[in-house]
T-cell receptor, first 113, second 114 residues
Framework: AQSVTQPDIHITVSEGASLELRCNYS??????LFWYVQSPGQGLQLLLK????DTLVQGIKGFEAEFKRSQSSFNLRKPSVHWSDAAEYFC???????????WGAGTKLIIKP | DGGITQSPKYLFRKEGQNVTLSCEQN?????MYWYRQDPGQGLRLIYY???????QKGDIAEGYSVSREKKESFPLTVTSAQKNPTAFYLC?????????????FGNGTRLTVT
């Protein structure tokens, strides 16, 4: 079955520290991969996406993600987090034949001052 | 600025009443979606629409209904048949319904039914 796993429900990071949020997927076709961010009580905003080509993709707000086909992973990284990065982050997977994205359950990022 | 507008932001209803959530977009997008969000469960698709006057059920359509009479509007009705309607509802749109078309989201409507 197709699925997306975000193993960490919560992650706490000190301001200025580096961040890595994990995303693993199980998907039959070659996937399109997305990371979205949701601030409390708001909708989701696209951070970055991977369709093909360079496996390291850059997104908005200083985020990047690396697609590793052998590990079925698409982890999100940021070298130095800011208090404004506190939010929930969702990984999602789709493909060209499917209208419906498969969503991870989300990882809530908490920033320590 | 183009975007998606959901209204109201907060909605309170008594059990047994139907309620309609509004979603309007001015992005000229063909595809529109309704998702339900509960803590720890990610997003679950309720209904989606590829074009005007056409829509399909998602994974959790029971107890919900939609219409797509205009390209820019995709209202969701939560009926009294929905067993657990209290949730955060998100509307989204995309240029196409293909998997490589990123979703644009509204800011959501939080529905509380007592």
């Amino acid at each position: 079955a197709q699925s997306v796993t975000q193993p960490d429900i919560h992650i706490t990071v000190s301001e200025g520290a580096s961040l890595e949020l994990r995303c693993n997927y199980s998907y039959g076709a070659t996937p399109y991969l997305f990371w979205y961010v949701q601030s409390p009580g708001q909708g989701l905003q696209l951070l970055l996406k991977y369709f093909s080509g360079d496996t390291l993709v850059q997104g908005i707000k200083g985020f990047e993600a690396e697609f590793k086909r052998s590990q079925s992973s698409f982890n999100l990284r940021k070298p130095s987090v800011h208090w404004s990065d506190a939010a929930e982050y969702f990984c999602a997977v789709g493909d060209d034949s499917n209208y419906q994205l498969i969503w991870g359950a989300g990882t809530k990022l908490i920033i320590k001052p | 600025d183009g975007g998606i507008t959901q209204s109201p932001k907060y909605l309170f209803r008594k059990e047994g009443q139907n309620v309609t959530l509004s979603c309007e977009q001015n992005l000229n997008h063909d595809a529109m979606y309704w998702y339900r969000q509960d803590p720890g469960q990610g997003l679950r698709l309720i209904y989606y629409s590829q074009i005007v006057n056409d829509f399909q059920k998602g994974d959790i359509a029971e107890g919900y209904s939609v219409s797509r009479e205009k390209k820019e509007s995709f209202p969701l009705t939560v009926t009294s048949a929905q067993k657990n309607p209290t949730a955060f509802y998100l509307c989204a749109s995309a240029g196409t319904d293909r998997g490589n078309s990123p979703l644009h989201f509204g800011n959501g409507t939080r529905l509380t039914v007592t």
